[in-house]
């Protein structure tokens, strides 16, 4: 949206403080902006007025009937509100007194008690006692309502945020309103337990303890928790949580809201996926295999014993017979120096980890790296959004409110997959496949584009491409049938014809047999239909986990360096050192290969595998090294908008850990290199002078909501 | 006896039926209107009729009509959720007369340009659900609806829904929600049903009494119709006695008459039940204010209603004689509305709860002497606080009977039980007499 100007601003004065806002804006907002409370709490600014609970009184000046509603009025020029009459101040008594007639005021049992907008607006607003001296409304007290959330009706106010944060929002109506009047109560559909992925965020909107997670409940008092802004690790969205914590351990994830990134929700897995985090499973210790057993040693050993063990190998095989598997989950600063690690110091060219399968560094036609060409925000602007082989409920749940929110401001969505998905019902179409059919229907879509001349950047190359592949096209045609082909040439034109398309791929589907062009046509795709580098159009893999494009970005490829800079010999990909028999030593950080393979190379004779459990991987190397959370140290992260954000230490580290960055300085001392690093900052300082990617970018500069960054001149110092 | 239009002959054999609605000079309306007049003349016509809506708030019909934003589809949506206590004057037009009722939707949805009509009728209704449905069908294959109506080129579409048992869906707004599936809540207004109203088209919803005058008006012209009723209320209405009358019912008369004949009148009410003396009459369902004895002469008709402390509302005139417990009448209107308030509001569904709260204590002799003012003083933050008018309907009954007979509250705090029929009343009603007239109340009429 352009920056509103100043005259298109709407002016009115609040308790005679002048406020100028852009039209549309309602009233309780306008008052905010003059630093004045207005208490609320139907009302929740991500979601449509409901004017239900009447709280949120005021009285404007030549309007009917006082008071008004300030969440449900807009401002109009030179409105004169008040909301400090005695009738405003009445009604809001008035109001406080009904909501607490049937209240159980259970608060010293109550988790919401100390953080609960009943009680802080009763302080401020509310009457100092009741005159209702009648038997309160009764029910059985707590229930569930799915294994993770409990619903105390005693307590709930009625206000309907959650039931409408399940219609409105995630759409899945999981909880609704049952009965009517003094009878009415929160609950969910008759034998159906409230199952949403995004249940979580209604016990965050609830203003009372009517709602409750099972995860807290009981766990802490809100005043004995620090709050410590961090960014979700749980999948390549990047939602930012605040992470409460109570004596080291972390307590519950609240969403810190970020409407470029997660729109103010989290998913479950993101809010409550932390158990790995407390687990008691964690290692506390280096380990070292002796006759066959892994047993504890000490770092100094560890690092000794790896300095050794690497030289040795490299005198006998040459460097190139190390490798090293890194991580999508570990920061920036940690994939950075591993692969200087392995490069510089190690000397190995041998640098992957698990991905999806993209055809060179770059895109050829765009010359752009591999990654979503629009922001997530953008997703709103899109007039068709084509999922492909995707299925962001499942994957990148917050992305999937963000196509919903899409959908209600007029987007189409096309869902194209092997497998149901929570998207289907809304999709204008979906279209099911047989396994392995996304790499067909990437190419079936460009080819008709091409075929029909609906190119709005035509190209010959890839015309004459195309017309090579007749034949495999052809047989694509044939697999799918001629309905879905048709289907698909129908989709082809709409993309062809959209105002703004987003097409977006799973980056694991790529991995798939016959997929290895489904990038590289997508793109192509998106490229001939002008469908790139403009609002609300874009193409891209929506990658899997928290740090998959930092990954890539730092140089954890064979065939890159940071910055997509090509490296001068390629090394071995991922799959080949997990088959590779000219492999001796092998260097695992945070990832877990032995779930891909069904045996490790037998000719391995060193595997040093660096992480917070005891994984498969672990349980077979040489040398185990305990690594820290990302709650238990600082770094940067880069997520699937290729956002840089700020994760920042939560915890003391688990006695006995250390950050993986830590540990990489460590091993490069014992093999004589000095590295000059005192913390992950100064890592981000080299990695900002070399990373065309992150120019010119400092800690202090990802602040608290992060930075979208795109590729510029370095600027070197 | 005044002349009748929307009630005329109502109780004739056959007149629910196509043939016998047609055999009195049913669907000439339509016919004249398809031929002779566009759709403007009709909306000029209703407009200089100077009919007003018969569904409770009285909003002149022309100038609604006029309202209707100019985008298409737009609907038109009958109100017969007929709910309000004391009101049954739809249902007989419905049962009885339901052919007239859909030439009424048909012209009307011809004048506003409407391609799509639906009429909600109240699911308790079933007999009148049955005639309406009926009706339209007869009506499709008589080709009165549908396609091409009675060869104008005019297209329209009548769907009939039952609703699912709520007072509150007689609200325009909530009845828009339930008729598209969805809790039958009240919307936020604005925008008004005018500009988005159901499926987000304009809509105009009217009544049902409205609708079913107006082939009556296209037939005889604005100007007769206006000929009835006074300066500002024109034509009749239905009023639909009940309470203590001998002859509770429905009675189709001018606005205007006083309430006196439509009580006491032989032709109409009949007078009091056992000749008892009239203690109050609620003139327009139960959510009007309440009016003393000495009201019986206000003229029925909005101003003077008005003017005497109340509304003309929905027609539905309860008479209550001086054997009634005002306490008790009044704990039943409020159970009501606690019942049948939407839940979606803080003011209305917890304020009746509390209310009907109290008044159980009053009723069975636990009241405290603070009671009436904090009945008061609840229904003061409902009233107006609350999301829809439901709120302050609920207020009605209660803040009118305290003002006109708080001694008999009184006297239920005091002596646990009521003051009607209590033998020590009337020496107690002295007492009474005397500390109302101290504390500004009006003395009751013996």
């Known amino acids: ?717 | 006896m005044p002349e009748l239009i929307i009630t005329k002959n109502i109780d004739a054999p056959g007149l629910d039926t196509l043939k016998g609605y047609r055999k009195r000079g049913g669907y000439k309306s339509l016919a004249k209107a398809l031929k002779e007049y566009q759709p403007d003349d009709i909306l000029e016509m209703v407009k200089k009729s100077g009919l007003r809506g018969r569904g409770g708030a009285g909003f002149p019909t022309g100038m609604k009509w006029g309202f209707l934003a100019k985008n298409q589809p737009r609907y038109l949506c009958c109100n017969c959720d007929e709910s309000e206590p004391g009101t049954f004057k739809d249902r007989m037009l419905m049962e009885k007369n339901p052919h007239q009722l859909i030439e009424g939707v048909i012209l009307t949805s011809y004048a506003c340009r409407v391609s799509v009509a639906f009429i909600y009728v109240r699911g308790e209704l079933a007999l009148a659900g049955r005639q309406i449905e009926r009706a339209i069908e007869e009506a499709y294959g008589a080709g009165l609806i549908g396609k091409n109506i009675l060869g104008s080129g005019y297209d329209l579409e009548v769907i009939m829904h039952r609703g699912a048992g709520a007072y509150i869906c007689g609200e325009e707004s909530a009845l828009m929600e339930s008729l598209e599936g969805r809790r039958g809540y009240p919307r936020l207004k604005p925008p008004f049903p005018a500009a988005v109203g159901l499926y987000g088209g304009p809509t105009v919803i009217n009544n049902c009494e409205t609708l079913s005058t107006i082939p009556a008006i296209v037939k005889n012209g604005a100007d007769w119709y206006a000929s009835f009723g006074t300066e500002k209320s024109k034509g009749t209405r239905v009023f639909c006695l009940s309470g203590h009358v001998k002859k509770p019912g429905n009675y189709e008369l001018p606005l205007g008459t006083p309430l006196r004949t439509l009580i006491y009148d032989e032709e109409y009410g009949g007078g009091i039940l056992d000749d008892k003396q009239l203690k109050a009459i609620i003139p327009g369902g139960s959510s009007t204010f309440m009016l003393g004895a000495d009201k019986v002469d206000t003229p029925l008709d909005f101003e003077a209603i008005a003017a005497a402390g109340s509304m003309l509302g929905s027609g539905g005139v309860v008479v209550i004689h001086e054997d009634t417990c005002i306490v008790g009448a009044a704990l039943r209107m409020t159970e009501f509305y606690r019942d049948e308030s939407c839940g979606k509001c803080t003011p209305c569904r917890e304020g009746t709860y509390w209310l009907t709260e109290i008044y159980e204590r009053l009723e069975h002799g636990r009241g405290k002497e603070s009671d009436i003012d904090l009945l008061m003083d609840i229904c003061d933050n409902i009233s107006g606080k609350s999301f829809c008018p439901l709120g302050d309907a609920a207020t009605s009954p209660i803040t009118s009977s305290i003002k006109l007979f708080r001694e008999e509250y009184e006297y239920h705090v005091r002596h646990g039980r009521c003051m009607v029929g209590d033998q020590h009343a009337q020496q107690e009603t002295l007492l009474a007499g005397a500390q109302s007239v101290h504390a500004g109340a009006p003395a009751k009429e013996m």
């Open chain 1, 1 to 717: 949206m352009p920056e509103e100007k100043k005259d298109e601003l709407v002016h009115l004065t609040i308790d005679d403080i002048p406020v100028a806002v852009p039209p549309g804006t309602l009233v309780w907002a306008a008052a905010r902006e003059a630093g004045i409370e207005v208490p609320i709490y139907c009302y929740h600014p991500k979601m449509p007025p409901l004017g239900a609970c009447r709280m949120c009184f005021v009285e404007i000046e030549k309007m009917p009937k006082p008071p008004q509603t300030a969440c449900t009025t807009p401002v109009s020029e030179g409105m004169i509100v008040h909301t400090k009459t005695e009738k405003v101040l009445k009604a809001r008594r008035g109001t406080l007194e009904f909501l607490l007639i049937n209240h159980p005021l259970d608060c010293p049992i109550c988790d919401k008690g100390g953080e609960c907008d009943l009680q802080d607006f009763t302080l401020r607003h509310g009457p100092g006692g009741t005159r209702f001296d009648q038997p309160k409304r009764h029910y059985q007290k707590p229930i569930p309502v799915s294994d993770r959330v409990m619903l105390d009706r005693e307590r709930c106010i009625l206000c309907q945020r959650c039931t409408r944060f399940s219609s409105e929002i995630s759409m899945d109506n999981g909880l609704v309103m049952i009965s009517r009047g003094y009878k009415m109560e929160v609950g969910t559909a008759p034998d159906h337990a409230f199952d949403s992925i995004f249940s979580g965020n209604t016990v965050e909107i609830c203003p009372v303890g009517a709602l409750t997670a099972t995860a807290y409940r009981f766990k802490a008092r809100p005043w004995e928790l620090k709050h410590i802004p961090s960014v979700c690790n749980n999948c390549s969205v990047g939602c930012n949580v605040r992470v409460d914590v109570r004596v080291d351990k972390i307590m519950r994830n609240m969403s810190r809201q970020n409407d470029a990134i997660d729109d103010g929700w989290l998913c479950d897995r993101g809010r409550w996926g932390f158990e790995y985090v407390n687990s008691p499973q964690r290692l506390r210790t280096p380990m070292i295999r002796r006759d066959g057993q892994l047993v504890a040693a000490a770092w100094e050993q560890a690092f000794y014993t790896i300095a050794l063990r690497l030289s040795e190998i490299t005198k006998k095989y040459g460097a190139s017979a190390i490798g090293g598997i890194g991580s999508t989950r570990t920061t920036n600063e940690d994939a950075y120096l591993f692969q200087k690690l392995l490069r510089q110091v190690i000397g190995t060219p041998h640098v992957d980890h698990h991905h999806g399968y993209f055809p060179g560094l770059r895109d050829s036609m765009t010359g752009k790296p591999w990654m979503m060409t629009n922001s997530i925000a953008e997703i709103e602007q899109a007039s068709h959004i084509v999922l492909i082989a995707a299925d962001p409920y499942q994957r990148q749940p917050i992305l999937d409110l963000r196509i919903k929110k899409a959908m209600k401001g007029g987007a189409k969505i096309y869902v194209v997959n092997v497998n149901e998905t929570e998207l289907d019902r809304f999709a204008v179409q979906k279209i099911t496949l047989p396994q392995q059919g996304a790499g067909a229907v990437a190419k079936i879509l460009l080819s008709t584009v091409v075929r029909q001349e609906e190119m709005k950047a035509p190209d010959e190359a890839l015309r004459a491409k195309l017309l090579q592949e007749d034949a495999l096209i052809r047989g694509h045609e044939e697999m799918l049938g001629s309905e879905v082909t048709a289907q698909l040439r129908e989709l082809a034109h709409e993309i062809a014809e959209a105002r703004g398309a987003i097409i977006l791929y799973d980056e694991m589907a790529t991995l798939e047999a016959g997929c290895e062009d489904l990038a590289a046509d997508l793109q192509a795709l998106a490229v001939v239909t002008g469908n790139i580098d403009r609002p609300g159009a874009g193409v891209g893999p929506l990658f899997e986990d928290a740090n998959s494009l930092g990954a890539r970005d730092m140089g954890l490829l064979p065939d890159a360096l940071p910055g997509y800079n090509p490296a001068e010999d390629a090394g071995m990909t991922y799959a080949e050192m997990l088959s590779s028999l000219q492999l001796k030593a092998l260097y695992v950080m945070g990832a877990n290969p032995a779930r891909h393979v069904e045996k490790l190379p037998d000719s391995l004779k060193l595997l040093i595998v660096q992480d917070i459990m005891l994984t498969e991987t672990a349980q077979q190397a040489d040398i185990v090294l305990p690594a820290v959370t990302f709650a238990e140290k600082d770094g940067s992260m880069t997520n699937i908008d290729h956002h840089v954000q700020a994760i920042r230490q939560a915890l003391r580290p688990l006695p006995g850990a250390k950050a993986d960055w830590e540990i990489f300085v460590e091993i490069a001392r014992h093999m004589g290199i000095k590295w000059n690093y005192a913390s992950s900052k100064e890592i981000l300082r080299e990695i900002a002078e070399e990373n065309p990617f992150y120019a010119g970018l400092d800690w202090e500069e990802l602040g608290a909501q992060g930075v979208r960054t795109q590729e510029q001149e370095v600027a070197r110092a």
